[in-house]
């Protein structure tokens, strides 16, 4: 669970209904016909944005950044090692049995591509062909979520705009003018709002969190096809831990490498 | 047919109508005048912004985005595989009568390419170089409804301008203020609901659509030249399911390949 | 001549001009000062931005978004291959004959390197670097473009500020206010049209004849490089299709290629 | 200590209160509520956008645009052109006792992998690897305080908008709509000048000092390779001032480089 | 000196004075209070932005934009194959005689590393990490006039935002409410004047001039490698014609090339 996420959206939910009612009641900024329009209106451009087939993932592409990474990149790099020695001193067919205990899909089949003697140029092509197209995922994925960080300040301006023609096309009460602008006000106040506070920042999230998966596939790579080059463990180390930041390479090779990297 | 596209828009103008009808009546946020202005003034730009062959080819750009892919990746690399098996066995001539099966017209290029005994090095050339020009293309395709995007809000703000400009020259009536202005924001809000329910959502599905015909195109590609290169139709399909996501290449190889890549 | 710039000018003045005569009269949108402090303004922030040789060529950089692509692609791919044809029957000498006869300067000097038996190296060298530098200068002719596409509304704002700031230093006859901000509104009618209707519109145009001019001369270098090595003329025909969209494809080699790609 | 940093935020933050007691008094433009709904907001996005331990990183990411930076790229090549004329009179080995000397952690571990005798192509590797991480580190730091800076101003406008609802629903009272207005603009007020005078600015210093930094690595690591390669000190020389400004160049070899670079 | 910048100027600025007398007085739109919120406050940014050292420039750099070119492409090339045949027709080391008329320190670099004997890679490595270098300096210049640009409008807007909370929170006085708002609007007068007029053109015009010092350096590069390698001066000329736009090539060679590229 990514308590970031859901921290900052109850944070941040909390705070605007506390402004709220500094100076007003919560009442006066709910309408439904409102929220209907703006969200309505955001998700019927997503359709036309994107096949049914992505748009359904919509929920679950979300979902992602309410989620932990599984595996943080120093583990990965400790695992890496391990089948490192294991290839060292037993052979590379030693692997088969290890591959098993990997929790990882990408870093077994990896491990099974090396095992079932796949040519090294072979290897690499497929692993790099995999992330090249995990990545391109991702940020289809994610441009989802930017669509509609714009989408829905655009459909707040829309519903805005609806509701000022309305008010201007009656203006013969003028205790009537004040309220009906309001109201206009508010799909832009739940545009703006929904935008800032839930769609780019979780488009945010979800590319720091396929960055920080490009980053351990990337480690994954070069372990595997440095461990099929029959490199020293001991170099293989020194090669991976290129990829952390100082602070945390002290951990690798020990027991506490216990710090969540979130 | 895409019923995400045409879901989306029923959905968004539906949304949009019944958003009106809450506070006012449909005729009051009709006015032909600001139709005209709106879009003859973004379509009068858009004849500025590109040749005249290619601003006819705005209809059937649009319709892309209307349709389904017509090939989708995991059946293209069943085919290529099947390709592979025939080749394997019956050598790269038999592919000769296996052309005929083929609907794709660039697999069946390149495979009569494969036929002919071209050089393998010539064959990647051509390949390529049409996949770059397809790609080159339908971005210029995308450009003429990104455009649109942002000139339709453009010429929206021309036609508020235009209006309140003519208001402003004629205060003496204060009644005739509302009314006035709320034609004057219709423009703006053509410009925006069409922008944002129809010219971005398209650019984005035909881009959509585009990079996953790339990837469609990609794999040809990688698939042709290994089957020249005489690989194990094993290994290829290894190197092709790189490119599908992992819960997708499981059905490849059954006859169970139905989803829809839509 | 590109009728379709001027068309799209013609169109989008005279749709604006109908819109104003709707609810007002051309007299009420026309004012001096204005016009004056908008154009005035942009071309003055023109010459800060570009060196003065570059701001000469503003009127002829633009007049080119007024003209037809001098050569299309499909006419240079079949007059390559006819040079192919005649180097391959009579050798590469036998091209200075038909040097005359090549229109485009840039084809003309690549044959011109080949008969003088330079280096094949040394050709790509030259002809890529050519290439190169014109597409540099193209992106800084149309960066001119784009630049007024921002500096009119720029100055329209400008222009716009001083007309409020003057009115509500003067605020005592209120029936001077509305026709005051009228007028004060019209620099940025002036600057939003001639921004979405003249220079984005021609900054686009521009960067599409740039991109197919570009086109062209890639075809010239990969046809110029196949003749020098010697290539089968059927080889390179296929190898410069790739380059053109399918249906252009099939009128190449006869003489009905006549559809105007401009 | 950057003076300019702290220099430059007093400076501003003196100006605007100057500006304010011009026409108002400090009390008017101090709101509690709009303060906490304006930084709270973009926090509570900042956690949405970010996972926690890298939104914990945002006090000591900000911290070092009030740093100088620790090396200057001048004394760095002192540095390495002292360590080559070591390693060409007493060897490579001979830089094992120049390791406790070096202050950079990095340029401390390129020199015991050279001294390790690690073979030169994997020292570029690892090399590399380390500064391509710490750039892709400094780029998540440096996107924190740009999202920073327009999370500012959206949270700032979500703030207005709640006051002007809140103000337009009870318009009764004549006289309390300039003062809630006054308050209602606030928030727009905080969230811009908190975005223009802290926010993008760090986040332009953050990227100034990352630049700064990958140019002295680079320094470093074609040092690093050139000694290891055995190469003359005085051609390192010629090589590494080559990244520098002309005027900064003389004093290399001095004793006077002292000019701070910061 | 480059007349297009200083003249742009005295025009923008005429007309803008031109464009406040039509309808009101300049000290009306003198108001230092305003004058010190705009410009102090996007100083104290661009403090916050860069490094004091980096400030210190700004003015060096900003001149930059009122001079001329140093040394056009023309005349470089001239310059090259001139030493191409005293290299061809003397060897090498008569270079070293012709140094001293050499005015361009980067040009004079670079044959003294060819007299001296250096490896044409070692010479082509330090040639071009020295450009690379230059090139990155202009940007990071270019950035501090870049960021004016979005500083100055910034500033404008707060300004006018704390004259818009001053006013509205004493609204006693009704007639007071036009010339305070008047007042108000000056900072974002200023400041999108003063970014539109000054900052954005300037930058654009240090690019420009960026980019024509990197073709002149790029051309000295290709001369200098290609008289290390003894190519035919008449090669060169060539070569480096490719450089240049058509109609400028004509005059290389011969004594008339006078045109100004400034």
């Known amino acids: 669970m990514d308590i970031a996420t ?20 919560i009442g006066a900024f709910i309408d439904v016909g409102s929220v209907i329009i703006v969200i309505g209106g955001a998700f019927a451009a997503l359709f036309v944005s994107y096949p049914l087939p ?13 989620q932990n990474a599984p595996f943080e ?12 020695n294991v290839a060292r001193r037993e052979g590379l067919l030693a692997l088969e049995e290890a591959v098993s205990e990997i929790k990882d ?15 090294p140029e072979l290897v690499k092509n497929i692993l790099e062909t995999e992330v090249a197209n995990i990545e391109d995922r991702h940020g289809t994925n994610k441009g989802m979520f930017e669509n509609m960080g714009s989408l829905f300040p655009a459909f707040g301006m829309v519903g805005t705009l609806i509701g000022l023609v309305a008010m201007l096309q009656n203006l013969s009460d003028p ?11 508010l799909t832009t106040f739940y545009g703006s709002l929904f935008a800032n506070l839930i769609f780019n920042p979780i488009a945010t999230k ?16 070069e372990g595997l096809l440095s461990i099929q080059a029959g490199e020293n463990p001991r170099i293989i180390e020194e090669k991976l831990k290129a990829f952390l930041p100082p602070k945390m390479r002290k951990s690798i090779g020990t027991q506490e490498a216990e710090e969540n990297n979130g």
Chains 1, 2, 3, 4, 5 share one sequence.
């Open 6 to 25: 859901i921290g900052g959206l109850i944070l941040g939910f909390v705070l605007i209904v506390w402004g709220i009612l500094q100076g007003s009641n």
């Open 105 to 119: 899909d990408f870093l077994q089949k990896g491990v099974m591509l090396i095992v079932d003697g796949t040519d």
């Open 206 to 221: 979800l590319d720091y969190k396929s960055k920080n998966e490009m980053l351990v596939k990337q480690v994954m790579i």
């Open 175 to 185: 205790s009537a003018i004040g309220p009906a602008m309001a109201v206009a006000l």
């Open 54 to 66: 992505q748009v359904l993932t919509f929920g679950s592409v979300g979902s992602k950044s309410f």
């Open 73 to 84: 990149v120093g583990k990965i790099i400790e695992k890496v090692i391990e089948l490192a």
